[in-house]
Structure formats: C-alpha cells, structure tokens
T-cell receptor, first 111, second 118 residues
Framework: DTEVTQTPKHLVMGMTNKKSLKCEQH?????MYWYKQKAKKPPELMFV???????INESVPSRFSPECPNSSLLNLHLHALQPEDSALYLC??????????FGSGTQLSVL | AQSVTQLDSQVPVFEEAPVELRCNYS??????LFWYVQYPNQGLQLLLK??????LVESINGFEAEFNKSQTSFHLRKPSVHISDTAEYFC????????????????FGGGTRLMVKP
C-alpha cells in the first residue's frame, strides 16, 4: 500500500463551524505533514509530525489545530476559519530517502 | 537558505514534441532534488528524485532529469510528450541534513504548467 488517503475530498463550512480533515497512511512512515495550496501556487508547509510529535509549526494561526493520534493517522481540526483559508489542504508522509508521498487533498471552501 | 526557481510558468508544446522544464536552485550546502507532478484536482505525485550517485535520473513514464552541480540546475526532459502529460510540475529541494525521520522541509519552485496540444 503506497497511498496516503485523505477525507473528505470536498468540504464547505461556515466561519462559525468546527470541522476536521483526516489523513491516513499504512506505509510505516514516521513523518507526516500538512500543506496548504492556493490555486496556481506551490504547496506551503503548515505542520510536520515526527514519531507522533509536532516537530515543526510554520507560524500557522491557532484556528488550525493538528493532531496525530497514532503513527498512521493525522488530523487537522478547523475552527472559526476565514474565507481566505479556502484552499486545497494536502497531507503527506515520508521516510528516510523516499521523498514525500502526498494524498489527493481536501478542497476546502469557507463561506 | 534555499530557493528554487522554475524559469517558465507555462510551457505549451505539441504532442510528440520534446520538452524541457527548467529548474535552478540555490543552496549553501548539498541538496536532494525532486520533481513532482500535479494533475487537475489531485495531490502531488513524486515523479523522480536525485539523492546521490548518477546525475541522470529517470521516471517510469519517460521523463528524465539531470543534476548539474556547477550550474545548480535540475531540468526535467521528455523526448516525446503525450496529451496525458498536461499538468503542473513542481521542482523541489531539501537539505540532506534535515532529511530524516524527524521530518523534512521541502522548498518548492513556483511550478510550471505543461500544456500539451494535439
């Protein structure tokens, strides 16, 4: 299994809603990532987890809250988002010398 | 600090023609280099990577890239493109010292949109 699975594929939420994005991999990778990608732009790193511990937070606003329940799962909890947070959210995982494996992403629209 | 420059934001090309997508990087240390492809409404797929050894690396679908240390380049080439190659291509670099299970920070270029026309 060489896939990173993200759910849901699409999400529409209001600015007062709370929602969560989910990511799962079964490749035994011990580093997992959240990226944000705006249209026609490269991905921007948000968070990195290593061995289920948050190792990098790229100054992301607190309305985004990551969680790594175990070595296969990564969540991104969303609360009180702004319309400018609308984007494609990508999860990825990696092991030494493999390159990052990305999921298909969640297309998020904040109304 | 690292940076990656993809010199062309769009490359239109006819089907079966050759193509080169250019990538230059700057770094004060040795780097690992990657090309990713992103089809519409999808995530990024790793196309090929250079970590060490032979400077010419190939992918399973006919693309190749050559690491040129003196010119700090990692251009992507394909001798004959297909309609299905139409996508966004991202070049990325990573410093090896950060390439471990503690996580890795890739620096992406701005992307090149390859448009293959019939």
């Amino acid at each position: 299994d060489t896939e990173v699975t993200q759910t849901p594929k699409h999400l529409v939420m209001g600015m007062t809603n709370k929602k969560s994005l989910k990511c799962e991999q079964h490749m035994g990778h011990r580093a997992m990532y959240w990226y944000k990608q705006k249209a026609k732009k490269p991905p921007e790193l948000m968070f990195v987890y290593s061995y289920e511990k948050l190792s990098i937070n790229e100054s992301v606003p607190s309305r985004f809250s990551p969680e790594c329940p175990n070595s296969s799962l990564l969540n991104l909890h969303l609360h009180a988002l702004q319309p400018e947070d609308s984007a494609l959210y990508l999860c990825a995982s990696s092991q030494v010398n493999t390159g990052l494996f990305f999921g298909s992403g969640t297309q998020l629209s904040v109304l | 600090a690292q940076s990656v420059t993809q010199l062309d934001s769009q490359v239109p090309v006819f089907e079966e023609a050759p193509v080169e997508l250019r990538c230059n990087y700057s770094s004060s240390v040795s780097v690992y280099l990657f090309w990713y492809v992103q089809y519409p409404n999808q995530g990024l797929q790793l196309l090929l990577k250079y970590l060490s050894g032979s400077t010419l690396v190939e992918s399973i679908n006919g693309f190749e890239a050559e690491f040129n240390k003196s010119q700090t380049s990692f251009h992507l080439r394909k001798p004959s493109v297909h309609i299905s190659d139409t996508a966004e291509y991202f070049c990325a670099v990573s410093e090896p010292l950060r390439w471990n299970n503690a996580g890795n920070m890739l620096t992406f270029g701005g992307g090149t949109r390859l448009m293959v026309k019939p």
